[in-house]
């Protein structure tokens, strides 16, 4: 009962909120970067709104200080290589969009797996179970980039996934360089 009244909750600020949707729709590969607003002050919520969702879920394993530098140092890595990639290929016009729909739904990517890290972190749910649903919106995820690369740079899916995968493998090398898994 409790799960159906937080689902109506959901959906009726999904409702209030069309952005929200769209990034939603965005996830499900049914939306490109291109119908987010082009806005510096979207963009800036979205940072706002990423770093403390960011700050939240890294605060389960770690603490404040370090969760904050960890999030911060995740952001600026994702806006540098868009840019820079956007640049590369001459289309750095579509960088606030893309950005933005990045943004977007790796905040909502977050908010699906925190609950589960935090149950994870109590012992409240089997590592295995919340290991393979983690790994699959990590999946998830991947794909959803390259669907936003492929939009962003005006090429073909397979392209847009190789990209998603530099991506991910250029932001893991600068991010554990920066933090070491211990």
């Not at 749910?125 to 962003?152: E, K």
């Amino acid at each position: 009962m409790r799960a159906l009244r937080y689902t109506k909750r959901i959906m009726t600020f999904v409702r209030q909120h069309p952005l929200v949707w769209t990034f939603i729709r965005i996830l499900l590969f049914q939306k490109s970067p291109d119908v987010i607003p082009a806005s510096w002050f979207l963009l800036g919520i979205l940072l706002l709104i990423n770093l403390g969702v960011g700050i939240a879920s890294f605060a389960v394993q770690y603490d404040v200080l370090s969760s904050v530098l960890r999030t911060l140092a995740d952001m600026l890595i994702s806006i540098c290589f868009v840019y820079l990639v956007l640049m590369a290929a001459n289309k750095s016009a579509r960088s606030l969009q893309t950005i933005s729909a990045m943004l977007g739904v790796s905040i909502i990517l977050n908010i699906l797996s925190l609950p589960l890290l935090m149950m994870l972190a109590e012992k409240q749910l089997s590592a295995g179970f919340a290991g393979l649903f983690l790994y699959v919106i990590f999946c998830w995820h991947i794909a959803v980039m390259g669907h936003i690369f492929r939009h962003a740079l005006s090429v073909r899916l397979t392209v847009g996934m190789m990209v998603s995968f530099v991506y991910i493998l250029v932001a893991m090398a600068i991010f554990y360089s920066l933090f070491p898994v211990q």
